[in-house]
């Protein structure tokens, strides 16, 4: 009897993000000529050289595929760049990430909504913040959730600060915000898990 292998999986998981990535390129092509809006899964399933009913095996519409492909080409940008001493890179990649796809991106900004963006945005940007602060909280006593509290606050700030310059058109430059974040965070991460250690190992309570 044929049984379906951890090795079979594998491949069919790697054949899924080849294709995935396929079509992903086929809607940058298509973006080229008309609006997102305006984008049918006949354009893509043309351009891809697939038909209808793969493209539905993989993504529910236009707008699933458009925010996949959003995701998909920042998440790239991050690997190894989640350290304390990388991460400043990391976030730049990120802009950059999005300012090489200033088309899709403001697409998507502009036909799905802003919060959907956000979404696709919050994992990365906390994956990149968790990384640094367990190697900063490294040998100190601090609570998962607590670990958890300070990358959601740095996450909404890093967020805010990028879905506003997509909505202004990513006018300024990336090194410069990215610069200007750094100077606002300098010594802020360590600090804040040191705190929330000191805070978590006082055995008395304040007055």
């Known amino acids: 009897m044929y049984k379906y292998s951890y090795t079979n999986r594998k491949s069919d998981e790697k054949m ?4 995935k990535r396929a079509l ?4 940058k092509n298509v973006l080229a000529q008309k609006p997102l809006n305006k984008i049918t899964i ?3 399933a043309e351009d891809c050289g697939i038909n209808r009913m793969t493209f539905y095996y993989h993504f529910q519409d236009i707008y699933d595929l ?3 492909t959003c995701i998909d080409e920042t998440k790239k940008v991050l690997d190894g760049k989640k350290t304390y001493d990388t991460w400043q890179e990391g976030l730049l990649n990120i802009f950059h990430a999005v300012l090489e796809n200033k088309v899709l991106v403001l697409n998507v900004y502009r036909c799905i909504n802003r919060d959907q963006l956000e979404l696709g945005l919050n994992p990365l940007v906390s994956g990149l913040l968790l990384s640094v602060i367990e190697e900063k909280s490294a040998g100190l006593h601090v609570l998962e ?4 509290f300070i990358a959601d606050f740095y996450e909404y700030a ?3 600060v990028m879905m506003n310059w ?13 610069k200007k974040i750094s100077i606002l965070l300098h010594g802020n991460f360590a600090k804040a898990v040191q705190d929330f250690s ?5 055995s008395n309570p304040p007055d």
């Open 198 to 202: 000191t805070k978590k190992n006082t």
């Open 145 to 148: 959730s607590d670990k958890k």
């Open 24 to 27: 992903a390129q086929s809607l």
């Open 166 to 178: 997509i909505q202004n058109g990513m006018q300024e430059s990336p090194e410069v915000l990215v």
């Open 42 to 44: 006949s354009d893509i």
């Open 66 to 68: 458009a925010k996949w």
């Open 158 to 160: 890093f967020v805010g």
């Open 16 to 19: 899924s993000e080849i294709t």
